[in-house]
């Protein structure tokens, strides 16, 4: 049974930084693309980050881009969501998602396995 465990979330202030983690286990976790989502209060869950098996190709929602970073340790089965200069608008229940695949994935339906999410405050 595959397990996705997200950590790592808080308040902090703006312009801060906070590194999620989602730990996986049941996953052969090498040869799936990994993604982050988030869902806002009142919205719908959007597209963050996503990271490729291989680890060498990522791709970025343009609100994050330049501030945020998604990397893969395939020896501890965790993908990372690194987050710097945080604003206001970046609260929000961050979810972590896998899918067995080479390629990017953007879309929700696209990933087949998810994470109970982890709440992120981010204060002005």
């Known amino acids: 049974q595959v397990h996705l465990v997200e950590s790592g979330g808080g308040l902090v202030q703006a312009g801060g930084s906070l590194r999620l983690s989602c730990a996986t286990s049941?996953?052969?976790?090498?040869?799936?693309?990994m993604g982050w989502f988030r869902q806002a209060p009142g919205k719908e869950r959007e597209f963050v980050a996503t990271?490729?098996?291989?680890?060498?190709?990522?791709d970025y929602a343009d609100s994050v881009k330049g501030r945020f970073a998604i990397s893969r340790d395939n020896a501890k089965n965790t993908v990372y969501l690194h987050m710097n200069s945080l604003k206001p608008e970046d609260t929000a229940v961050y979810y972590c998602?896998?899918?067995?695949?080479?390629?990017?994935?953007?879309?929700?339906?696209?990933?087949?396995?998810w994470g109970q999410g982890t709440h992120v405050t981010v204060s002005s």
């Open positions: 049941g996953l052969t976790f090498s040869v799936a693309t």
């Open positions: 990271i490729k098996r291989s680890g060498g190709g990522t």
């Open positions: 998602a896998s899918v067995y695949g080479g390629n990017w994935y953007k879309r929700q339906d696209e990933y087949t396995y």
